[in-house]
């Protein structure tokens, strides 16, 4: 039983920075994805950021060079740390995993199908 837990969350001035934690459980498998999603009020969710088994990481464009996901494998904790912040960041965050999964497949959002409870992020301008 794969469980996700997010923290981190706030309200920050635009240009700020957080850093979002998700502490992961029961995937102990030799593949996987692992992934934060957003979803702002009337949008869809989108992708932000993945990183397979293999240390493969992927970025959406929108948050390229601000933001930067990282895995702890020791720790068993997914990060992502979140500077520049903008107000268009906005949305609640949510972290994502998929078994059996790694490469390619990470950037499919449909395949994830275990989800953290999400946490919110404001910025303000």
């Known amino acids: 039983q794969v469980q996700l837990v997010e923290s981190g969350g706030g309200s920050v001035r635009s240009g700020g920075s957080l850093r979002l934690s998700c502490a992961a459980s029961?995937?102990?498998?030799?593949?996987?994805?692992l992934g934060w999603f957003r979803q702002a009020p009337g949008k869809e969710r989108e992708g932000v950021a993945t990183?397979?088994?293999?240390?493969?990481?992927s970025t959406a464009d929108s948050v390229k060079g601000r933001f930067t996901i990282s895995l702890d494998g020791a720790k068993n904790t997914l990060y992502l740390q979140m500077n520049s912040l903008k107000p268009e960041d906005t949305a609640t965050y949510y972290c994502?995993?998929?078994?059996?999964?790694?490469?390619?497949?990470?950037?499919?959002?449909?395949?994830?199908?275990?989800w953290g409870q999400g946490t919110q992020v404001t910025v303000s301008s």
């Open positions: 990183i397979d088994s293999d240390g493969n990481t």
């Open positions: 994502a995993a998929v078994l059996g999964r790694s490469g390619s497949w990470c950037d499919a959002q449909y395949e994830y199908n275990h």
């Open positions: 029961g995937y102990a498998f030799s593949s996987y994805c």
